[in-house]
T-cell receptor, first 110, second 118 residues
Framework: GEDVEQSLFLSVREGDSSVINCTYTDSSSTYLYWYKQEPGAGLQLLTYIFSNMDMKQDQRLTVLLNKKDKHLSLRIADTQTGDSAIYFC??????????FGQGTELSVKP | GAVVSQHPSWVICKSGTSVKIECRSL??????MFWYRQFPKQSLMLMATSNEGSKATYEQGVEKDKFLINHASLTLSTLTVTSAHPEDSSFYICSARHRTRRVDQPQHFGDGTRLSIL
């Protein structure tokens, strides 16, 4: 079946860039999403990209999509301690269902 | 922008109680809403797809008699956890898809409902 994979942990120093990677299997994915979840909280939509795009930039966030390799990445520039959270990658299929990755726990050290 | 409201945000109740969770699209119509569940320190898993005016479609392993879904209008879907037990304690979250989808309209999630069964 459809699957989304992410690395589980990433640790960076404050001020550095963070890059979180994700791979997915569904070649007919329409949208790909990045969500942020802080402890005890719901999902916060960070950004998304439509499948016919290669890149999307939104302030400190840059999303790169390699559709051929089914690889998605999220780059956070100038990472701050407030960026510490779990980041979920998700792919949406034609029917609208989202398949989520396991989440990457980002730890930002001062 | 589009907003999805979920209510209640937190429920604590005794084993055997039935709990209803509401998911509303506030400024758009959604023919399809989705219900997800997240256990502690795990990812989100789709439970069911809620279709306005028709029966919900459940994912494999999800008991339809246990998790009743009603989507009676274009802006409201409800999930009822019947006779809840401690193993049903989880974070339940809904999402909604625009009735008429454009490229710049991603899915929107509610804030989730944390259900704790004692």
């Amino acid at each position: 079946g459809e699957d989304v994979e992410q690395s589980l942990f990433l640790s960076v120093r404050e001020g550095d860039s963070s890059v979180i990677n994700c791979t997915y299997t569904d070649s007919s994915s329409t949208y790909l999403y990045w969500y942020k979840q802080e402890p005890g909280a719901g999902l916060q939509l960070l950004t998304y990209i439509f499948s016919n795009m290669d890149m999307k930039q939104d302030q400190r966030l840059t999303v790169l999509l390699n559709k051929k390799d089914k690889h998605l990445s999220l780059r956070i520039a100038d990472t701050q301690t407030g960026d510490s959270a779990i980041y979920f990658c998700a792919s949406e299929n034609q029917g609208g269902k989202l398949i989520f990755g396991q989440g990457t726990e980002l730890s930002v050290k001062p | 922008g589009a907003v999805v409201s979920q209510h209640p945000s937190w429920v604590i109740c005794k084993s055997g109680t039935s709990v209803k969770i509401e998911c509303r699209s506030l400024d758009f119509q959604a023919t399809t809403m989705f219900w997800y569940r997240q256990f502690p320190k795990q990812s989100l898993m789709l439970m069911a797809t809620s279709n306005e005016g028709s029966k919900a479609t459940y994912e494999q392993g999800v008991e339809k008699d246990k998790f009743l879904i009603n989507h009676a209008s274009l802006t409201l879907s409800t999930l009822t956890v019947t006779s809840a037990h401690p193993e049903d304690s989880s974070f339940y979250i809904c999402s909604a898809r625009h009735r008429t989808r454009r490229v710049d309209q991603p899915q929107h999630f509610g804030d989730g409902t944390r259900l704790s069964i004692l």
